[in-house]
Nanobody, 115 residues
Framework: QVQLVESGGGLVQPGGSLRLTCRTTTILFSANPMGWYRQAPGKQRELVASLTSAGRTNYADSAKGRFSISRDNAKNTLSLQMNSLTPEDTAVYYC?????????WGQGTQVTVSS
């Protein structure tokens, strides 16, 4: 069974940092573009960062200069380093392929930025 398991979320003060990790058991991970998505309360899920198997990255405007996506194909993990967090970054964060496949949505990890 294919799973994507996100972790690393939590409560952080504005200006703080978090590192999210996504683990998967599938070899599909190493050959496909992967991304981090987020869904804030009352809003649609959005793609915030993506990374191709060749190492090309792309970021939403809201994430540029603050977030950094990386992958470790040997460990089948996708990471998102988030710095200079603001309350607007509060959301549930998910990883998935790009474009996303409904079957692979996991539980996500909650990120709350608040003082």
């Amino acid at each position: 069974q294919v799973q994507l398991v996100e972790s690393g979320g939590g409560l952080v003060q504005p200006g703080g940092s978090l590192r999210l990790t996504c683990r998967t058991t599938t070899i599909l991970f190493s050959a496909n573009p992967m991304g981090w998505y987020r869904q804030a309360p009352g809003k649609q899920r959005e793609l915030v960062a993506s990374l191709t198997s060749a190492g090309r990255t792309n970021y939403a405007d809201s994430a540029k200069g603050r977030f950094s996506i990386s992958r470790d194909n040997a460990k089948n993990t996708l990471s998102l380093q988030m710095n200079s967090l603001t309350p607007e970054d509060t959301a549930v964060y998910y990883c998935n392929l790009v474009p996303a496949i409904n079957y692979y949505w996991g539980q996500g990890t909650q990120v709350t930025v608040s003082s």
